[in-house]
């Protein structure tokens, strides 16, 4: 057993946690400014968080992820980071050249209080900003809410960017959330469908799934550009995707700019997905064309054809917030049952709308907003569950009590495809409908004695 | 496939340093043209280095932080011991399992490595202090698993708050009395890189834990292995070989390790360093405090590996134990050959880079070496200028602000556990016939006149590198990994392995050998460019038949 000391027997815990459902704000800031054109995000901290999160990223991605640190010493602790964010500024657009600096700052530059605009403003005086060269800082202490958080503070820092000129360009902007590249493209390919004109922000398509040619290029062709973030303040609405993700930088542009919002639900699964698409056909006055409506009939075909397998079957899930309140209506709405969902994410109207979710469903549900993986095994050993969802460190709860298991979230570590193959939208609702049959039918495949062992499922 | 493609490098050393310094601003360049030296080998001086000093702002580095090499290093691979992170979330998180070090605890053993614990320090922990939190969290590891022992690690946040970890510890040591309970004040910004982590982590395993069980330990030969930390499985193959060889580990640090290893080092005779970048000085403690003499050993490479038996049965002297070590080569090695002589047309003559860690730079280049190839740079990502220049320079380091403050531990001989493993006489006859004991001459004197030595090598120079001197395989950690391949060279983690290993002992050489083949000899690295790119001008004139 891997994890072998995981009692069954539950205590409630005050200080330590175990095997966490969240990390700190930092990566989620860099994974969002990575979906900015030509952005080398940057650290402001010591140098192993950025070690550390690029790590992360490239193992979850399969692809190169360049940012730089401010690589703190003992006596930047003391004396604040100023000097060696100024220092660096200068190196990277000497040596790397980007479009963008998005610096995010960390639990040890918020704790010694370094104020990034007015290290921003000094870099700008000293003239080591390029002319047309954008410097954009989100501050993301690490001991306030999580990954998610990060997430949201630098999204919300991109929409600030937002320069309007005051006439309205007839764009919708759509905030994604922290989605795969493959997700982002796949909104994309939808808005284009419906005909709404979006500006997608972050979008990491064409950056984390880029194609192997022998050339390599820091900047890859993908990501929201500055001048279309300049832009958004012009927008005839924005369509936020998720609470924790994406909501601050839609109210932002509404209450700044009166740019209108609304926050949706991530569009994972097929009632998540319809108020997607009927809102963005709303806000952008055209008409949904019939391919569309045909992507989601096929999707509704293929829970029909499959629903006896679905039925009453007991999900445990764990990630992070926006994912995880679709995905439960996503498995409520297929009949099956998420009896345990963890997030890491701090947020009690996680767990209420949770509880609303799931107040049909046969089975009461557990649900902890700021709790871990731990107590996730010890609810799982009291009462087990068909299949077990999540990312990649789950695959210890797994095996140890031999659960099917799928891979959604982040991060991935060990499998591949989430890169290129989405999971929102009818298409990706296909691809999560399949995976789910398959592992359950994988299961059953293995575990039907040879007399009830059948060819036909 | 095609053997031995021979690429002629079209570039002079001096050219490419010029080149690779070129875009920096003047300040920087003047930095790192310290750092970046061209191997000139001369007859007894070695060309001195720039090692072990900041990171540039801004220069995209491939190093870590001081925790990283604390927690993640040093103490990850210990399996019965609860390491307890203190501060936000994250520092924990990205240390959970993620450096591929393997332990076998057996069906029932301790093994919280699969764990992951943190206070997850929040705000009003950065305020009001962290340190009643921290306590709770001891207390409510103890009442769930009675380890035997829990330790604390200090994240950024904790140094600057000013949380007294270490009278925590001691406190709840006290309070527990059946369970040790020490902390490393590992905070990031301290030092230049993951170095000064293994430092910390060392000295608080070498006060807090070795020496603790003075009970005899059964077998013969027995010896400390130390820095070997069982990234996929090394640990293991090594452990094969010496069993076989009827040598006794004693403890390992800290591959696939227990407490009571710690707890027993002291009762080895001889301390066989591997790493050693991270832990020259706990070998040095271990021989002042307790009379274990050490020698430099190196696993990777089958040759390699038969040197270090050889040296290790040298010591002890005694010809069962040399003849046993004979006969294990002489059994292991036709396995070993077989594969090498099968890849050997596929390799030679092909061209290598590494840069990576404090030794592994350097032992690749051996097993490289054993396959007809090449290393033309390489370097290290946190060394010292004695992992470059070899042991002799110790005396003559700078002591500046960043090492300063990294503890050296004062130690004296054990009044009563101080034990000389040979005489004088013994010492002396093995020196008299070439036996070296506590040496390391370093990464430069084993490469070639004019290969590039390059510390603290970053994104850009490695992608210069790369683009100038085009290797047949590029080495370095999991960032680099896909920047690197994106040019059509492959590259090997040699941190964590990718997912392969082991690469140590005589079956970690057969591994990497087809590992390596597998590599640099893919299909996958031919198809670059699709047919329409490779030859567009047919496209105006192919017609339909």
Redesign the interface.
């Known amino acids: 057993m891997?994890?072998?000391?995981t009692?069954k027997e539950i205590?409630e815990?005050?200080?330590?946690?175990?095997?966490?459902a969240?990390?700190?704000?930092?990566?989620g800031a860099m994974y969002a400014a990575l979906g900015i054109h030509g952005c080398l995000p940057?650290s402001h901290?010591?140098?192993?968080?950025c070690?550390?999160?690029?790590?992360?990223l490239?193992?979850h991605y399969?692809?190169?992820?360049?940012?730089?640190?401010?690589?703190?010493?003992?006596?930047?602790?003391v004396f604040g980071g100023q000097a060696?964010?100024l220092?660096?500024?200068?190196?990277?657009f000497?040596?790397?050249n980007p479009e963008v600096i998005a610096v995010h700052t960390?639990?040890?530059s918020e704790?010694?209080g370094d104020d990034l605009n007015q290290i921003f403003d000094k870099a700008h005086k000293e003239g080591t900003v390029p002319p047309g060269k954008t410097l954009v800082g989100a501050a993301t202490?690490?001991?306030?809410g999580?990954?998610v958080t990060g997430f949201s503070n630098m999204v919300k820092a991109m929409a600030d960017l937002a320069e309007p000129v005051g006439k309205k360009n007839g764009k919708v902007n759509v905030i994604p959330g922290w989605v795969e590249p493959s997700d982002m493209e796949e909104i994309k390919r939808l808005a284009k469908m419906v005909g709404a004109e979006i500006t997608l922000f972050p979008d990491t398509s064409g950056v984390l799934n880029?194609p192997?040619?022998?050339?390599?290029s820091?900047f890859p062709q993908g990501g929201v550009t500055v001048a279309e973030l300049k832009g958004c303040g012009d927008a005839i609405g924005t369509l936020a995707l998720g609470e924790w993700c994406s909501a601050d930088a839609a109210r932002l542009l509404d209450t700044k700019y009166k740019v209108p919002c609304k926050i949706l639900d991530m569009p994972f699964g097929l009632k998540a997905t319809d108020r997607f698409i009927d809102a963005l056909r709303i806000i952008s006055g055209t008409v949904v064309p019939e391919e569309i409506t045909y992507e989601r009939g096929q999707m509704v075909d293929l829970i029909s054809d499959m629903h006896q397998y679905f039925y009453h079957k007991k999900v445990a899930i764990y990630g992070d917030p926006d994912q995880l309140i679709a995905m439960t209506e996503f498995l409520v709405s297929i009949d099956m049952c998420p009896i345990h969902v963890v997030t890491?994410t701090p947020g009690k109207r996680f767990e209420k709308r949770i509880k609303e979710l799931t107040a049909d469903m046969p089975f009461e549900v557990n649900v902890r907003a700021k709790g871990d993986m731990?107590l996730l095994h010890q609810w799982i050993k009291n009462e087990p569950v068909d299949l077990l969802m999540g990312n990649t460190?789950g695959k210890?709860i797994a095996r140890d009590e031999d659960i099917p298991f799928i891979r959604w979230g982040f991060p991935i570590?060990d499998r591949q495809g989430h890169q290129y193959f989405p999971t929102v939208g009818y298409k990706g609702g296909l691809r999560m409908l399949e995976k789910i049959l398959n592992a359950l039918l994988d299961r059953k495949d293995r575990d039907d004695p040879e007399e009830k062992f059948e060819l036909v499922l | 496939m095609a053997t031995a493609k021979k690429k002629l490098v079209q570039w002079e050393p001096t050219d490419i340093k010029k080149e690779l310094l070129k875009k920096y601003p003047p300040k920087v360049a003047r930095r790192r043209a310290k750092q970046i030296l061209i191997n000139e080998a001369l007859e007894n001086t070695t060309p001195e280095i720039v090692a072990n000093v900041r990171t540039i702002p801004g220069i995209i580095s491939m190093r870590g932080c001081t925790y990283a090499g604390c927690k993640g290093v040093i103490m990850g691979p210990t399996r019965d011991i609860v390491n307890l992170v203190h501060g936000p979330i994250g520092c924990s998180f990205y240390a959970w399992l993620t450096r591929r070090n393997q332990t076998d605890a057996g069906v029932d053993g301790e093994n919280y490595m699969t764990y992951c614990f943190s206070t997850d320090m929040q705000d009003s922990d950065i305020i009001f202090g962290g340190e009643k939190k921290l306590a709770q969290a001891v207390q409510e590891i103890y009442d769930l698993f009675h380890p035997k022992a829990i330790t604390i690690f200090a994240t950024c946040p904790v140094g600057l708050i000013g949380d007294d970890i270490h009278n925590v510890a001691r406190t709840m040591k006290e309070k527990f009395g059946d369970c040790n309970v020490f902390a490393f004040s590992c905070e990031g910004y301290k030092g230049v890189s993951q170095s000064a982590g293994h430092h910390i982590a060392n000295n608080q395993v070498f006060t807090h834990m070795v020496g603790e069980n003075n009970e005899e330990k059964a077998g013969e030969y027995k010896i400390n292995l130390l820095g070997e930390y069982n990234i996929g499985g090394d640990g293991f193959e090594i452990d094969r070989i010496l069993k076989k060889c009827g040598i006794t580990t004693i403890s390992t640090f800290s591959g696939n390790s227990t407490y009571d290893q710690f707890a027993s080092a002291h009762m080895a005779d001889l301390s066989c360093v591997m790493c050693h970048r991270s832990i020259n000085y706990v070998a040095d403690m271990m021989e002042t405090k307790f009379g274990i003499p050490w020698i430099k050993v190196n696993f990777i490479g089958a040759k390699s590996t038969a040197k270090s038996l050889r040296k290790i049965a040298e010591y002890f002297g005694d010809q069962v134990l040399i003849d046993r070590v004979e006969a294990v080569i002489a059994e292991e090695m036709p396995a070993v050959d077989a594969v090498r002589e099968e890849v050997l047309p596929r390799t030679t003559g092909k061209t290598a880079m590494i840069f990576v860690g404090g030794s592994r730079a350097h032992h690749y280049q051996d097993l490289f070496a054993e396959m007809g190839m090449k290393t033309i740079s390489a370097g290290y990502e946190f060394a010292h200028r004695d992992d470059y220049e070899g042991r002799e320079v110790i005396p003559f380091l700078k002591v500046d602000a960043d090492s300063r403050n990294i503890e050296e531990l004062e130690v004296e001989a054990d009044p009563e556990r101080f034990k000389a493993r040979k005489t004088p006489q013994e010492y002396k006859q093995l020196e008299e016939a070439g036996y070296k004991f506590k040496e390391y001459d370093g990464i430069m004197p084993d490469m070639e006149k004019g290969a590039l030595v390059i510390d603290d090598l970053n994104q850009y120079e490695a992608e210069k590198l790369v683009e100038l001197m085009k290797p047949d395989i590029f080495c370095a950690g999991i960032k680099e990994k896909y920047s690197i391949q994106k040019l059509g060279v492959p590259m090997k983690q040699l941190h964590s392995y990718d997912s392969g290993g082991p690469y140590a002992g005589f079956r970690g050489a057969v591994n990497f050998y087809q590992e390596i083949d597998r590599l640099v000899n893919s299909k996958v690295w031919s198809y670059m460019k699709a047919p329409w790119q490779e030859s567009p001008e047919l496209s105006a004139t192919y017609v339909w038949e």
Not at chain 1, 212 to 216: A, K
């Open positions: 891997l994890l072998r000391h009692p205590n815990r005050s200080a330590v946690t175990i095997n966490p969240k990390t700190c704000q930092p990566i940057h901290g010591s140098q192993g968080c070690a550390y999160h690029r790590s992360a490239t193992r399969k692809e190169p992820v360049s940012a730089a640190t401010s690589s703190f010493t003992e006596g930047s602790s060696n964010l220092q660096a500024i200068n190196n990277i000497t040596v790397y960390t639990c040890l704790t010694i202490p690490s001991y306030v999580s990954h880029g192997l040619s022998g050339e390599y820091m890491g731990f460190y210890y570590l």
